[in-house]
């Protein structure tokens, strides 16, 4: 089964984009598996997400452009974005507040709302330096279940970065267990899918026990 998720399955007239995944695949759940909710901010200067509440999600911030000067409940102020990026771990109650100003760069990027494997635990929040801004043509773990890794979720859940440059091809990463559910999201350019599907920037594939194979279109 592979199903396309298009750009009009996104909610919000700002400049945050909503997606819902499972609601486009779905009547009962509007995430898919332990992935409950993608925001896709796209966020010019001056800008403050004033502090506001989480409870039981676990939060990856995962800007490519721009940075925003991230302050928590927990007592950190760092700032955020190209390689700097954070997992906020909610549990029983965490604030947090971003601003975004005086750059010349539009802040972009993405949050993921991942679903607790465990609910109430103590907040947490983890930064990851990563070596590179890119990972071109090649897989590169950002977080997993497991120790390895900096960030670590407490569901079953793998998140994955590529940047895949125009004409190359790449098969999806080996699935850790079987029968998971794998959603592919395109952040910038297009890809073809198996030869035959297209999916661009705000787009994405949601698939389980198949073959996928991926074509960049536009880098």
Sequence with gaps: MIQKINSSQFLGHGPIKILYPGSAVSSTDTGIGSIGRIDHPEINSNTVIKMHPHINDEILSY???????????????????????????????FFHEEKIMGQQQTMEGLQIFIRPGKKDLNPEVVFLELEDLHNENSWRIIGSPNPETEFQFSS??????????????????????NNLTALLYVFQGSVQVNDTIDVKKKECIVFKDETVLITASED
């Design 63 to 93: 800007f490519r452009t721009g940075e925003a000067e991230h302050s928590d409940s927990e007592g950190f102020v760092k700032v955020i974005g190209g390689k700097t990026h954070m997992l906020m771990k909610a549990g029983k109650s």
């Design 156 to 177: 079953q859940t793998w998140i994955y970065d590529m940047k895949l440059l125009h004409g190359s091809t790449s098969e999806i990463p080996q699935l850790p267990k």
